[in-house]
């Protein structure tokens, strides 16, 4: 069965500090897609990555990067130089189609805190 | 604007009193999906549809039903609402119909008590 974790429950960082939200997965598919998703206090997910399972390249996106390493099972993601507006808790979630099945897998999230 | 809405977005109900919550997308999307999102839980899929009147269970479906008579809508239906389901409930779309390959699009969210 496939499964996502995120160990980080809370993570408390001062604004301008780097910060790596960790994701491992696990599936018995070869071919699945990973995703990450921010949901800041305001309640609504907004999405920030897709990454499927033959593309390994890293991904870089103004102060967001993101390292998918299957042979880790790991898809992290990094924020540098953070800010206070990158407060919320973010979520990595895992999707895999079988056929005419589908199902997304979300970790239970990480709470990022970033203070002045 | 692309977007899709829910409604309401907070309700405070009782135990035993059917109700049902409205879900929208004008994207023209096939994949519409119902989550529910639970502290130290995340969220977890309750049913899904990926067309017209196609639907499928998803990881907690027990105590909901969900019907998909037009492709924008997807309404979650709680015939007899029970204080195990106070929880903050989603509802997605997504471009491709398995709702696998693409980001989904969620709407803002609906506050759900039970009492």
């Known amino acids: 069965a496939q499964k996502v974790t995120q160990a980080q429950t809370e993570i408390s960082v001062v604004e301008k500090e780097d910060v790596t939200l960790d994701c491992v997965y696990e599936?018995?598919?070869?071919?699945?897609?990973l995703f990450w998703y921010k949901q800041p206090p305001s309640g609504e997910l907004v999405f920030l990555i897709r990454?499927?399972?033959?593309?390994?390249q890293n991904e870089i996106s103004g102060r967001y990067s993101w390292n998918f390493q299957k042979s880790t099972s790991s898809f992290n993601f990094t924020i540098t130089a953070s800010q206070v507006v990158d407060s919320a808790v973010y979520f990595c979630?895992?999707?895999?189609?079988?056929?005419?099945?589908?199902?997304?897998?979300f970790g239970t999230g990480t709470r990022l805190q970033v203070t002045l | 604007e692309a977007q899709v809405t829910q409604n309401p977005r907070y309700l405070i109900t009782v135990t035993g009193k059917k109700l049902t919550v409205t879900c929208s997308q004008n994207?023209?999307?096939?994949?519409m999906s119902w989550y529910r999102q639970d502290p130290g839980l995340g969220l977890r899929q309750i049913y899904y549809?990926?067309?017209?009147?196609?639907?499928d269970k998803g990881d907690v479906p027990e105590g909901y039903k969900v019907s998909r008579k037009e492709k924008r809508n997807f309404p979650l239906i709680l015939e007899s609402p029970s204080p195990n389901q106070t929880s903050l409930y989603f509802c997605?779309?997504?471009?491709?119909?398995?709702?696998?390959?693409?980001?989904?699009?969620f709407g803002p969210g609906t506050r759900l008590t039970v009492l």
């Open positions: 997605a779309s997504s471009r491709d119909t398995l709702g696998s390959y693409n980001e989904q699009f």
């Open positions: 990454r499927n399972s033959f593309d390994e």
């Open positions: 549809s990926m067309n017209v009147e196609v639907t």
């Open positions: 994207m023209n999307h096939e994949y």
């Open positions: 599936t018995r598919d070869t071919t699945y897609y």
């Open positions: 979630a895992l999707s895999e189609a079988r056929g005419t099945a589908s199902k997304l897998t």
